[in-house]
């Protein structure tokens, strides 16, 4: 036995110096061995023109494993034998070098976004052998000019060729079955698309901003087309339809199910006016969404339902007309309205200036000004109860609103993007601002949260970087993580004590910020709720506070002391002393008052000292606070071997001495017997 051993370490000598050979090349690679075969893992070679090796240690190379040349920049072409089966998940993704690669017939699988943003790959040839094109394997190769997919592929996944913007002809075989999500999405330099009877699905957005599409024809073979398969198509003038196809149909280049009852979509490239055929009953999710050359539509006395989003960042629409007749929506203005006026569904996206919102309306619906850049003004009236998700989302030209305190519901994204916004006022109605609900709207300078709001949701003013006034009613109880994300421009926030919760994030990027005043009710600060408050320089935790998230103060490099005054509270659920997160890439002291618990020698990193405070302290939590079995206890702070007097009043007015005790430590444990005598009784203490 005692033999065995030197035949193994020979053999791996053996493979460690074939590695080291600079004519074997192998020293550019690192590798693993499975069941007699090699799998590449890595290259560390100089780049230029890389051979991958057919065998090494007499075993085939078969796989070029996940993330083995991503972000190799200075590799310009690469061979791959053919022993290789398989090119693994982001095999060369981010290669901005590469130009060429050639893939043998043995290749049967190509990963996931093996070749994403390979910006500089020209040419590429897919074998025939491979049958299916993973998500993103070629997303944002944009120096593609030509893709020849060979037959026998039978599924194009999802973003396979997004943002492909060179990308000027592709030839789907008729083996493809299914076009995935986003797949050609973004081609901005694909100009026509034939796509064989063999497809029988097109993705959601399959061919979205495909600029330079003039036309597209839809073979019978097609029966499922996920939604807006041509979004943003802008020069798209004509959809046309096999008419034998069963599921759908055209008329006048316009999208539609077979039996004409629903229109699907509408070609973005069409200028002009357009009377919705009297045969539709349906209008569908985003099927005139962007048409930037519609100026007017006709919606017939049928139509009954119209999807969310239908006319949104319609540019050029200064006209939304109903029939008289309709039973379900009527317009006034050229606005769009249900058919009680109570109800406002989109304003038109090319109308500009100021608009007043008729008295009957009680809802503004969802994405109804949407991109609506050309209002200035708006009035809202008394009569509105809910505004809507994305309402008024990206309408860069408002400049102020007035949220009337008739409104109790804003909804997510309400008045994100709105980049004019300088003043808003917030109705007292409002209970809860909604997530994104004013996110990037980088002009707003001051914000005052009504008494009416209890929450404020993720990255409700994210990215308002111009606020430097904000001001939280004692009503809000949960601050949603990032909701003040990036908003460098506050100096200080003081926190109510109302607020139990302020979220992961909640004003991270707040470089601004130079106070904070955490409230008595915060009992949670999320994962990196100050990260990155580079003017921080000092805080104060509450005892409130029992919990803090990872990186609570993570980059603060200004910050240099944090007071606590109550026992230790967890780090992500452990003992903060075995923390090294909570004020990692600075350096400071942690605080605490003698007499709370928790503390070692260490708390999120920085080392701990005992806080002493310039007068006597009555601890606010735990340590026998409040009524006990033998009188009514609580625990006082200062410094060592100092004596302290306990004072009683029952009147505030009127104090009596009660005892002078000794601070032993730093603290002193009072109780008082007497206290159940006294109707009410309330203490203070001083320096003797």
């Known amino acids: 036995m005692k033999h065995q051993k030197y ?15 600079p004519r074997s090349g192998w020293a550019q690679f690192d590798f693993t061995t499975n069941n007699g075969a090699i799998t590449i893992t890595g290259y560390t070679g100089p780049g230029g023109n890389v051979t991958i090796p057919s065998t090494t240690n007499g075993y085939p190379v078969t796989t070029i494993g996940t993330n083995a040349f991503d972000y190799q920049t200075t590799v310009t072409g690469v061979t791959i034998p053919d022993s290789v089966t398989s090119v693994g998940n982001y095999a060369f993704a981010q290669c901005l070098g590469l130009k060429r690669v050639v893939i043998p017939n043995s290749v049967t699988n190509i990963g996931l976004a093996a070749f994403e943003w390979c910006s500089g790959l020209t040419n590429v040839t897919i074998p025939a052998s491979v049958t299916s094109l993973s998500e993103e394997v070629f997303e944002g190769c944009s120096g593609l000019t030509n893709m020849i997919i060979p037959n026998g592929v039978v599924s194009i996944g999802v973003f396979a060729f997004g943002v492909c913007s060179g990308l000027t002809n592709v030839t789907i075989p008729n083996s493809v079955t299914n076009i995935g999500s986003y797949a050609f999405a973004g081609c901005s330099g694909l100009t026509s698309v034939v796509i064989f009877n063999s497809v029988t699905s097109i993705g959601l957005g399959a061919f979205e901003a495909c600029s330079g599409l003039a036309t597209v024809t839809i073979p019978s073979s097609v029966t499922n087309i996920m939604g807006w398969p041509f979004w943003k198509c802008s020069a798209l003038t004509n959809i046309a339809v096999d008419a034998a196809n069963p599921s759908y149909a055209s008329v006048g280049g316009v999208l539609f199910n077979a039996s004409l009852t629903a229109l699907i979509e509408y070609p973005a490239g069409v200028a002009g006016s357009y009377a919705i055929p009297n045969s539709v009953t349906n209008i569908g999710l985003n099927a005139f969404l962007s048409c930037s050359n519609l100026t007017s539509v006709t919606i017939g006395n049928s139509v009954t339902n119209i999807g969310f989003r239908a006319f949104d960042e319609c540019s050029g629409l200064t006209n939304i007309d109903v029939n008289a007749g309709n039973p379900s929506y009527a317009s006034a203005g050229g606005v769009l309205f249900n058919n009680t006026l109570t109800a406002l569904i989109q304003f038109p996206g090319g109308l500009t200036g100021s608009y007043a919102i008729p008295g009957t309306v009680t809802s503004i619906g969802p994405g109804a000004f949407e991109a609506c850049s050309g209002l200035a003004t708006v009035t809202i009236p008394g009569s509105v109860t ?5 309402a008024f989302d990206g309408c860069s030209g408002l400049t102020g609103v007035a949220i009337p305190n008739s409104v109790t519901s804003l909804g997510n994204s309400a008045f994100s993007d709105c980049a004019g916004l300088t003043s808003v006022t917030i109705g007292n109605g409002v209970t809860d601002i909604g997530d994104t609900t004013f996110y990037d709207c980088s002009g707003l300078t001051r914000v ?6 209890i929450s404020i949701g993720r990255l409700a003013f994210g990215e308002c970087f111009g606020l430097t006034n904000l001001t939280i009613s004692d009503s809000v109880t949960n601050i949603g993580s990032y909701a003040f994300d990036a908003c460098s421009g506050l100096t200080g926030v003081v926190f109510p004590n109302s607020v139990t919760s302020i979220g992961i994030g909640a004003f991270s990027g707040c470089d601004g910020l130079t106070k904070v005043a955490i409230g008595n009710g915060v009992t949670s600060l999320g994962e990196g709720a100050f990260e990155f408050c580079w003017g921080l320089t000092s805080v104060t935790i509450p005892n409130s506070v029992t919990s803090l998230g990872e990186g609570a103060f993570n980059n603060c490099p200004s910050l240099y002391r944090a007071n606590f005054e109550g026992n230790a509270p967890s780090v992500n659920g452990g003992a903060g002393s075995a923390d090294s997160t909570v004020f990692s890439g600075e350096s400071g002291t942690v605080y605490y008052l003698p007499g709370t618990s928790g503390w070692g020698a260490t708390f999120g990193g920085w080392p701990t000292g005992q806080w002493y405070q310039p007068q006597p302290h009555i601890l606010g939590s735990g340590l026998g606070l409040g009524a006990q079995s033998n009188g009514f206890q609580f625990t006082i702070s200062w410094a060592t071997n100092t004596a302290v007097v306990v004072e009683a009043s029952t009147n505030l007015q009127n104090w009596t001495p009660v005892v002078t005790n000794t601070l ?13 005598s006294h109707p009410q009784r309330f203490y203070r203490v001083r320096s003797e």
């Open 7 to 21: 035949p193994n370490f020979l053999f791996l000598f053996a493979a460690l110096l074939v590695l080291a050979l």
């Open 386 to 390: 809910n505004i809507g998700s994305s």
């Open 448 to 453: 005052v949260i009504p008494s009416s709001v």
């Open 664 to 676: 032993i430590a730093g603290t002193n444990a009072f109780s008082d017997s007497t206290w159940s």
